[in-house]
C-alpha cells in the first residue's frame, strides 16, 4: 500500500524548481542579495519563535528549534521558493491547552503524527484543494492576517518589565507612557522611514535591514533605553543560549517523548489533526500569495509533503512544530529573495545567532523590528479590497469582511473554512435561482418543457414547481439540452414527478440527456436504458414512465 502510495505520488506530483539559483545563473549579486534576505528574515524570526514559545507555554528553545529546522527543510525541499516556515502563533494557540494538561512530552508526539499527517495529505495530492478557496476569501484572509499581525505587534509598546504570560502571549502588563513611548515611536518611525527611502538611494542591501542596522546602530551607540530583543526572554540570562546538544531536545525538561501506546494515541489525535489542518491551510494560503508576488505556480502538494517532513523531524529533535509565515515570507520577498537560498541562509543565521550571536541579538531594539512588521502590514493588506467592496456582489464584499473578522477574532483556519462554506452556499443559492423552462405545445398536442438552469439540490424544489401536471396534456416532454443533472436530490426530483405523472395517467419523457448525466441516471438505476437509444447521445433521448420507474421508450 505505501509503495503503491509512493509510485502514485512520485508520478504525478508536479516538483517546484529545487535550484537554488536561478534560471539566468549564478551571480555574486543574487548570492549577496540572497544572504542578506536571510538574514533580514532570521533577525525577524528570533522575537516571534520566543514570544510563540511562550505563548504555547513552552521553554523559548522548543520555539527556536522549530524556527531553525522547520525554516531549513522547508526551503530545501518546499513547493515555493522563497517562502518562510517557522513557529507560529496559529499552532501555539492549539498547543497550549495540550501542554497545560499533558505536558510537553505530548506535545512533541503530536508534532511528530502532525508532520505524519501532513506528509499523507501531500502523497495524496489534497494540497490542489486550495484551489477551491475563492478569491473574497483570499482578499479576507490577507486583510485579517494584516491586521493580526499590527496587533501582535502592540505589545512591544508595552513595559518589558511588567510584561506576563497570559496564556495569549504577552497581553499584561502597563503601557508605555511619556518619553519611553515617545523613544518607541520615534524609533518606529525612523525604521519605517529608512526601509521606504533606502531603495531609491541604493539596493545593495534589503531595505529592511538597513532599517534594523541603521536604527540599532543608534540605539547601541547613544546608550538608548529602549526595549530590546532580549527584554522578551524572562529566563535568566536573556535569549537562551544553546547549552545543550540537539537530539538532547527531547530531554529539556528531563522527560522524552510520550509511552508510545492507543492511550497517548486517543490525547494526541485531535490536536494533531488541528494542527496539520490549520499549519497546511496557512501554508498554502502563503504559498499562493508569495506565487502571486514572485509569478510561480504549482508546488502545493510538495510543499504538504515539505512541512510534514520538517514538523516530524522537529518533533523528534524536541521542536514545537510550525507552518509558513506569512510576514516573514513577505519580508523576504520584498528583499529580494527569490531562491531557496535566502530560507536556507535564514535558517542557518538563526542557529548562529542562538548559538554564538545572543548577546548581540539582545541588543537589537524592538522599535526596529516593530517598524520592519509594520511596513509588512502596509505590503501585505490589500488595500484595493477598500475601494472594490462597493463594486463587486454584495456576497462577495460580505465574505470579505467575514474572514477578516474571523481571522481577527479566531484564527486563520476557521477563518478560511467559513469563507469557503459561505461562498459555496452563496453560490449554490445563486444557481438554484437560475432553473426555469420555455414551455410550447408540438404539432402532435405535446407539451414540452425546455429545461434551462442546473438541476441539483439547491433548485429541485424550483424544478418540481415548473411542471402543472393537472392542465397539461396526456404527453409530456422534458427536454435537458440547456440543464445539467448533477446529484441525488436531482434524480429524486425527476421521479418524483415522473410519479406525478403517473398518477394523472399522462406520459412524461427525457430528452438531450447529456452523457454524464444519462450515466448519473442510468448507475442509479432510476433508466431503463435500450440499447437502440441514440448510443451517440447526439439526438434526443427519450424515457417514459413504467410503473413508477423511468424505464426506455
Known sequence: MARSLFRSFSKNLEVTDLRWMPQDGFSVGRLRIELLSGLTVALALVPEAVAFAFVAGVHPLVGLYAAFLVGLITALIGGRPGMISGATGALAVVMVALVAQHGVEYLFATVILMGLLQVFAGVMQWGKFIRLVPHPVMLGFVNGLAIVIFLAQMSQFKVPGSMVDTGHGMGGGEWLSGQPL????????????????????????????????????????????????????????????????????????????????????????????????????????????????????????????????????????????????????????????????????????????????????????????????????????????????????????????????????????VAVVVGVIVSALAYAWNNARRIHAKTYETPEGAKVYQVQGPLFFGSADGFAELFDVQNDPSLVIVDFADSRVVDQSALQAIEAIAGKYEEAAKRIELRHLSRDCHRLLTKAGHLMVDSDDDPDYQLAVDYSVRTGVLGGH
Request: aromatic share 8%; net charge neutral.
Open 182 to 413: 515617545f523613544l518607541m515611536l520615534a524609533l518606529v518611525g525612523a525604521t519605517m522611514a529608512i526601509i521606504w527611502v533606502m531603495p531609491r538611494i541604493t539596493k545593495f542591501i534589503p531595505a529592511p535591514l538597513a532599517g534594523i542596522g541603521i536604527v540599532a546602530a543608534v540605539v547601541i551607540f547613544t546608550g538608548m533605553e529602549v526595549p530590546r530583543v532580549g527584554d522578551l526572554a524572562s529566563i535568566e540570562g536573556g535569549l537562551p543560549m544553546l547549552h545543550i546538544p540537539f537530539g538532547d531536545g527531547l530531554g529539556l525538561y528531563g522527560t522524552a517523548l510520550a509511552p508510545f501506546n492507543l492511550e497517548t494515541l486517543y490525547i494526541i489525535l485531535p490536536y494533531a489533526v488541528i494542527l496539520a489542518a490549520i499549519g497546511l491551510i496557512e501554508s498554502l494560503l502563503t504559498l499562493n500569495l508569495v506565487g502571486d508576488m514572485t509569478n510561480t505556480r504549482g508546488g502545493a502538494s510538495q510543499e504538504c509533503v515539505a512541512q510534514g517532513v520538517a514538523n516530524t523531524l522537529t518533533g523528534f529533535f524536541g521542536g514545537m512544530g510550525g507552518c509558513a509565515m506569512i510576514g516573514q515570507s513577505m519580508i523576504n520577498v520584498k528583499s529580494g529573495g527569490r531562491t531557496r537560498v535566502a530560507g536556507i541562509a535564514a535558517a542557518v543565521f538563526l542557529l548562529l545567532f542562538i548559538l554564538v550571536g545572543a548577546p548581540l541579538i539582545e541588543q537589537i531594539p524592538l522599535a526596529a523590528l516593530v517598524g520592519v512588521m509594520f511596513m509588512v502590514v502596509i505590503g501585505t493588506f490589500a488595500w484595493n479590497s477598500l475601494t472594490i467592496l462597493r463594486k463587486v456582489p454584495l456576497t462577495d464584499a460580505f465574505v470579505i469582511l467575514l474572514v477578516t473578522v474571523v481571522t481577527v477574532y479566531k484564527d486563520l483556519a
